[in-house]
């Protein structure tokens, strides 16, 4: 279980200070698969940081499986049980997707154990498992690959940070098919999705709304999914009111 | 195995990958004498007469045979010139594998220049692998100044693997690399500098025939206050494709200088090169750090990835 409290995260901007995040508390309970969704600069991918270390909070306190966590580094997280996917997977010159397995593993895994990974992410495992995590990859591979790494850590809370950006259609598919199987075998871990993607939002079991830094709605699917899903449609009307009246149309004509 | 003490024995593990006598021929230097030497059928090593080294003869057609001349030093204050010269014949295909390990814990500088000419004849096919390295407490520099000369008659082909990782304190190599039509070489060098280590790499390699290619890659990493130099020059003066490229991570104080270098004498010649220093990416070490290395673990994976 992890548990933010109070947090808030601030960087220098401009001569002030511009708070990312404002305290936020909430809690992510073992067994369970959230999903922290809202608005692009809401703060969410900073959220995901402070979990991981990334980024120390400039305020509040982290605790995971009971302990303050705040003052640990990025490996000491990492190696009490956090795992992290990057939005935007680094590439490395010369390291192997073997590799880069095996140290998520944290054992020489053999190459066939380390295909098993790269087989759930949907990669043919043979192709890929001897490939540098180099310039060759494309996008869509390499955020497959990054996952792979969090799924072959094991980890008592898996941070994905928007998975699904960058995969094609196809691919995003056998994501969903990766995550609702990560779902299922859910025991005493639990996994943390910052997502726009309504198909994550619908296998979550809880939905955290991030606006301007701060927790806007919070609860289980069935309470906020509805919500979420009204207020996308009120949005998108009333963009489209705007539109209308700006271009002079009529109400009713297609904006 | 030969007569040799266990430093010997690990500088020759190092450099040749050798833990017991090799298959195929050989010679191995040490202290400047030949302590084992074996010809076989197809490759014959007879001495010089009028400098220290070596002719090594491989017959027209020798296929999947090797030879290695590795070169142990462990003699403080040796300095020495060697001369190796091979003259590959025709539609061969052979591993030669040299290397010099020097081991120095007096405070008198020891010294090995090993100057080795290759002629490589029509279609014969020839891997040269060459590592140096350096170990030892001593006061006394660990000096390597390996020249090579490379001369490809048409249709050839040589891949040179250059690796100098650890251990060596000054090193200046030179190669020189003449291919005729249809000639193709392929460098690929690995370099590691630490402490006030100098290592400078030039290379002057000339397409003079129709349809030659070259590939030099150089991927290196400076650390502490070593200073690199990589200086590769690739002239084309027929149809033919160059590409040279410098790929280095500085650390520390460490510096590189690199001076690529084109130059297109024929209107069809294809030249390329492609250098970038940088240290290494803060979100590379990151996402290894939250992999569950320390900092310290990370930066050596990724060196080491770097390096292979």
Redesign the interface.
């Known amino acids: 279980m992890l548990e933010l409290k109070n947090i808030s995260f601030q960087v220098p901007a401009g001569g002030a200070d511009r708070e990312i995040v404002r305290n936020v508390s909430l809690t992510i309970p073992d067994r369970k698969l959230v999903v922290v969704t809202g608005p692009n600069g809401g703060g969410k991918s900073t959220l995901a940081k402070l979990i991981?270390g990334?980024e120390k909070p400039t305020e509040g306190r982290v605790f995971f499986q009971g302990e303050d966590i705040t003052d640990l580094?990025?490996?000491d997280r990492?190696?009490r049980g956090?795992?992290?996917a990057?939005q935007q997977?680094?590439r490395?010159?010369?390291?192997?997707v073997l590799?880069?397995i095996r140290?998520?593993a944290?054992t020489s895994l053999s190459a066939a154990d380390a295909c098993v990974y790269l087989s759930a992410v949907g990669l043919c495992a043979r192709d890929y498992v001897d490939r540098?995590v180099n310039a060759s990859l494309s996008g869509g591979e390499l955020k497959r690959i990054e996952i792979a790494?969090v799924l072959a850590?094991k980890a008592g809370l898996s941070v994905f940070d928007e998975p699904e950006a960058g995969i094609d259609l196809w691919s995003f598919r056998n994501l969903i098919e990766v995550f609702e199987r990560m779902r299922e075998e859910i025991r005493d871990s639990s996994i943390l999705i910052i997502s726009h993607q309504e198909r994550i939002l619908n296998i979550a079991d809880e939905i955290i709304v991030l606006k301007d830094g701060a927790v806007q709605k919070q609860g289980s699917r069935e309470e906020v999914y509805p919500e979420l899903i009204g207020d996308a449609v009120s949005g998108t009307m009333r963009e489209c009111e705007g539109r209308t009246r700006a271009l002079g149309m009529e109400a009713g004509d297609r904006c | 195995m030969l007569k040799m003490d266990e430093i010997q024995k690990r500088l020759l593990r190092e450099i040749a990958d050798l833990h017991e006598v090799p298959e195929g021929a050989y010679n191995i230097r040490s202290n400047s004498q030949s302590i084992g030497r074996r010809s076989s059928a197809n490759i014959e090593i007879v001495s010089k007469t009028d400098v220290s080294g070596m002719d090594i003869h491989i017959k027209p057609g020798t296929k999947r045979e090797s030879v290695h001349i590795p070169v142990v030093l462990t003699q403080s204050g040796l300095k020495e010139v060697v001369y190796n010269d091979f003259h590959i014949g025709e539609d061969c295909d052979v591993v030669i594998v040299a290397g010099c390990g020097i081991d120095n814990c007096g405070n008198q500088d020891s010294q090995h220049d090993g100057i080795h000419r290759f002629w490589v004849g029509k279609n014969s096919k020839v891997k040269y692998v060459e590592k140096h390295y350096g170990s030892g407490e001593g006061k006394g520099k660990r000096i390597l100044n390996p020249g090579t000369e490379v001369y490809m008659d048409e249709g050839s082909s040589m891949e040179m693997e250059m690796v100098q990782i650890k251990g060596v304190d000054d090193t200046e190599r030179t190669t020189v690399a003449e291919l005729a039509a249809g000639a193709r070489l392929v460098v690929r060098e690995r370099l590691m500098t630490h402490e006030d280590q100098r290592a400078i790499s030039t290379y002057s390699v000339n397409l003079n025939g129709a349809g030659a290619t070259a590939d030099i890659v150089s991927?290196s990493v400076a650390r502490d206050r070593s200073f690199q130099k990589f200086d590769a020059k690739i002239a084309g003066n027929a149809p033919c494709q160059g590409h040279t490229e410098c790929?280095s991570i500085i650390m520390d104080q460490g510096r590189i200088l690199a001076v690529p270098g084109l130059e297109a004498n024929h209107v069809d010649a294809a030249l390329v090169h492609e250098a970038a220093i940088g240290k290494i990416?803060g979100?590379?070490l990151?996402?290894?750090?939250?992999?569950?290395?320390?900092?310290a673990e990370a930066e050596e994976?990724?060196i080491?990835?770097?390096?292979?």
């Open positions: 991981a990334i580094s990025i490996t990492a190696r956090i795992a992290f990057f997977p680094v490395f010159k010369g390291i192997r590799d880069l140290i998520a944290g540098e790494t850590r | 991927r790929d990416a979100e590379q990151i996402k290894l750090m939250t992999l569950g290395l320390t900092e994976q990724i080491n990835g770097f390096l292979q």
